[in-house]
């Protein structure tokens, strides 16, 4: 059996010797060092937990779910083949383009808050400095849903239509 006595002595000798090759720091210091980088770790890892929102993924099904819409009205009416249409729904890490989640936003005729909560998700917004963003700020108040319409509207303005 190991005396603890002696066990403690080279403890302490290691922690007062031991420099590590990328800095001069002693071993309790890198010790102390790395317990609060787990602590921050650990913080880090529970505000994003707490503060994370639903994924566009999620909000978009979650939309189209309470309108009890089917996804084939839904793409079709946004102006989006099946495929984009799919990846959207399969793979939740996918982004698409923000003119994308406003013919999408569109089709589902949400009202302004859900529109914006949906742009939102995907990590996009309305911009009152952007001719195109007001173009489509005016068609969700005055409730113009219809792609083609709006797309007309851009259009008009030398803006990029949607899809």
């Known amino acids: 059996m190991l005396d603890q006595k002696v066990l403690k002595e ?13 800095s001069s720091m002693k071993y309790s210091e890198c010790i102390e060092q790395e317990l ?22 999620e909000m978009l099904f979650r939309f189209i779910d309470q309108k009890k819409l089917k996804y084939s009205y839904v793409y079709k009416k946004a102006g989006i083949d099946r495929k984009l249409f799919s990846k959207i729904r399969s793979l ?17 005729e949400l009202s302004e808050e859900n529109f914006e909560q949906l ?25 113009i849903y219809d792609v083609i319409q709006v797309n007309e509207y851009l259009d008009y303005f030398s803006q990029k239509t949607l899809v």
């Open 10 to 22: 080279l403890q302490e000798y290691i922690e007062q010797h031991l420099i590590f090759e990328s």
């Open 36 to 57: 609060i980088l787990d602590s921050i770790h650990i913080e880090i890892g529970a505000f994003v937990e707490d503060n994370r929102k639903p994924s566009l993924q």
């Open 92 to 108: 939740s890490e996918y982004r698409p383009r923000k003119n994308t989640i406003i013919a999408l936003g569109l089709a589902l």
């Open 119 to 143: 742009l939102d998700s995907g990590g996009y917004s309305l911009s009152d400095s952007e001719t195109a963003d007001l173009v489509i700020k005016f068609c969700l108040e005055k409730k």
